[in-house]
């Protein structure tokens, strides 16, 4: 599974962003996919996950109620909705595919396929 990131960007604080990862490869539909983010200086840090079937959603206590994920497996694409955004959101985004159900979706070693990530700046 190949993975592109896209959607990033610089936005006001209080905005909105959504992001896109295009998957390539037939086993898609079967892996788990999550994003994560890495800020300056800090380790990369778990923010969303979403079952294969899109039936389970996770997130990072500090974006509850903010962030969205969702999947398209037709499509080969999993989104993550960003509404009011804060400066502490400020990351460079990874999207991340896990192939096997084992493992729990919140750790970046159960993952087996990145994107290359794309930079998301909220200004305050």
């Known amino acids: 599974v190949q993975l592109q990131a896209s959607g990033g960007g610089l936005v006001q604080a209080g905005g909105s962003l959504r992001l896109s990862c295009a998957a390539s490869?037939?086993?898609?539909?079967?892996?788990?996919m999550g994003w994560f983010r890495q800020a300056p200086g800090k380790e990369r840090e778990f923010v969303a996950a979403i079952s294969w079937r899109g039936t389970g959603t996770s997130f990072t206590d500090s974006v509850k109620g903010r962030f969205t994920i969702s999947r398209d497996n037709a499509k080969n694409t999993v989104s993550l909705q960003m509404n009011a955004l804060k400066p502490e959101d400020t990351a460079v985004y990874y999207c991340a595919a896990k192939r096997s159900l084992d493992g729990n979706p919140y750790s970046q070693k159960n993952y087996d396929y990145w994107g290359q990530g794309t930079q998301v700046t909220v200004s305050s």
């Open positions: 490869g037939r086993t898609f539909s079967s892996v788990y």
